[in-house]
C-alpha cells in the first residue's frame, strides 16, 4: 500500500537555508532533499537534521523496493556524488485478513451476545441472489432449523457526530507520532427473525425487542487476544425511523412465519488495519524539552530536542558506506 511515514538515518541530509532575521518570508520551505521509493518519488520531505529525514511513501503494490536519497542544490537539482541508494531497504504488505480487526470483533460479539441473551440460533447470511420482491425474504438463505435469527449486513454510514475530527499525538521513542483523524462509522443490519408456529414468532420478536431495549451498549474486547485491556462500548439501538421489527410474513405465501428490523452499532473507529502498526501515522515530530528557570514568577523555555539521539538501530544491519551521504538505514513505520 503506502502514504505511511519513513523515518530515514543519514549523516549528510542538506539542511533549508535559514529564514532572513528580518522581513517577510513567503512561508515556502526550499525543497533540499529527494527520497524515492523504488521509481516512485516519496512526498512531504522534512529535513529535520543532518542525520534524519521524515517522507511518506508512495503507493505501491505488495514486494520490496530500494530507497534513494539525493540532495539537491538552490535550483533544486540533483547534487552530483551525493546521492546513495540502499537495496532491499523498504517492504510493502497487504494488510493481514487472516487477522481479527475491531470490525470484525465488534460483530462476532453481537452475534454471540444474541445467542447468549436471546436465542441460540444466531446465523450471518446475505441475500442469494437478486430479486425483486426483496420485501418477502424468500431470497434468504433458510437456516437449517427454527426457530432463528438471522443478521443481514452490515451497512457501513459515517458517523460525524462520534467522529473525532482533530489529529491525535502519542509518545514514541523516537519524536511523537501525530496520527490522522480515525473515519468514524455505524454498522447497520437487517435482523430477521423466523419461526414455523406465528406464537413462536411472537415469543422471538419479544425477546428481540427486549434485548435492545435492556442493553444500551455493546462491550466489546479491546484486543481479543489481551482481555486485561479491558472493553470498549458501542451504542446499540434500533434506527430512529423505521427500524423496529414488524411482521413480514404474508398470508397463503409460505408456512414460514417471520419478522424484520434494522438495528445499528454507533461509533467504531476504523484506524490502522490488524498486524500493521502505525498505518494512520502522518507524522513523526521531535519531542519537546521544557526546562524550569528559576524566576518570580516562574516560566518555562520551550527548547525544541533537535540533538536528541535518533532511534536505535541494528549497526550489524547496516551495509554499504555511501560515497558522500553515507550509509543508511530506515525504520518502516508502515509494515504493509
Not at 533549508?16 to 529527494?34: C, D, H, R
Not at 530507497?67 to 538552490?74: E, P
Not at 438471522?150 to 473525532?164: A, C, M, Q, T
Not at 414468532?201 to 431495549?213: D, P, R
Amino acid at each position: 500500500m503506502g502514504n505511511s511515514i519513513v523515518d530515514i538515518k543519514t549523516n549528510n541530509a542538506r539542511l533549508p537555508p535559514e529564514p532572513p532575521s528580518t522581513g517577510k518570508t513567503n512561508g515556502i520551505v526550499p525543497e533540499t532533499v529527494q527520497v524515492f521509493s523504488g521509481d516512485q518519488q516519496a512526498s512531504n520531505v522534512q529535513v529535520i537534521s543532518r542525520g534524519r529525514v521524515l517522507c511518506r511513501a508512495p503507493i505501491s503494490g505488495e514486494g520490496v523496493v530500494s530507497v534513494t536519497i539525493k540532495n539537491l542544490d538552490d535550483l533544486g537539482v540533483a547534487i552530483p556524488g551525493e546521492e546513495y541508494t540502499k537495496a532491499d531497504a523498504y517492504t510493502y504488505q497487504r494488510p493481514d485478513l487472516t487477522a481479527e480487526s475491531d470490525f470484525t470483533r465488534i460483530i462476532r460479539t453481537l452475534v454471540q451476545d444474541l445467542k447468549r441473551q436471546v436465542i441460540a440460533n444466531v446465523a450471518m447470511t446475505t441475500h442469494t441472489d437478486y430479486d425483486d420482491e426483496t420485501g418477502d425474504f424468500r431470497n434468504i438463505a433458510e437456516d437449517s432449523e427454527m426457530p432463528g435469527l438471522v443478521l443481514v449486513g452490515p451497512d457501513i454510514v459515517e458517523n460525524r457526530l462520534y467522529s473525532l475530527n482533530t489529529y491525535r499525538e502519542f509518545d514514541a521513542s523516537n519524536g511523537v507520532k501525530i496520527t490522522r483523524e480515525p473515519y468514524t462509522i455505524d454498522l447497520q443490519f437487517q435482523i430477521i427473525g423466523i419461526a414455523e408456529l406465528t406464537f413462536q414468532l411472537f415469543e422471538l420478536m419479544h425477546a428481540t425487542v427486549q434485548y435492545f431495549h435492556r442493553n444500551r451498549y455493546l462491550a466489546v474486547l479491546c484486543d481479543g487476544a489481551d482481555p486485561s485491556a479491558g472493553f470498549v462500548r458501542y451504542e446499540i439501538d434500533f434506527v430512529e425511523e423505521g427500524g423496529e421489527p414488524n411482521v413480514t410474513s404474508r398470508i397463503g405465501e409460505s408456512n414460514v412465519r417471520s419478522f424484520s428490523g434494522t438495528m445499528v452499532i454507533r461509533g467504531l473507529d476504523l484506524e490502522d488495519f490488524e498486524g500493521v502498526s502505525d498505518d494512520t501515522v502522518i507524522d513523526l515530530t521531535d519531542r519537546v524539552q521544557e526546562v524550569a528557570v528559576g524566576m518570580d514568577p516562574p516560566i518555562t523555555i520551550v527548547e525544541v530536542a533537535t540533538d536528541d539521539p535518533i532511534h536505535p538501530f541494528n549497526d550489524d544491519a547496516i551495509q554499504d558506506e555511501a560515497p558522500d551521504i553515507g550509509a543508511f538505514d530506515i525504520t518502516i513505520e508502515e509494515k504493509e
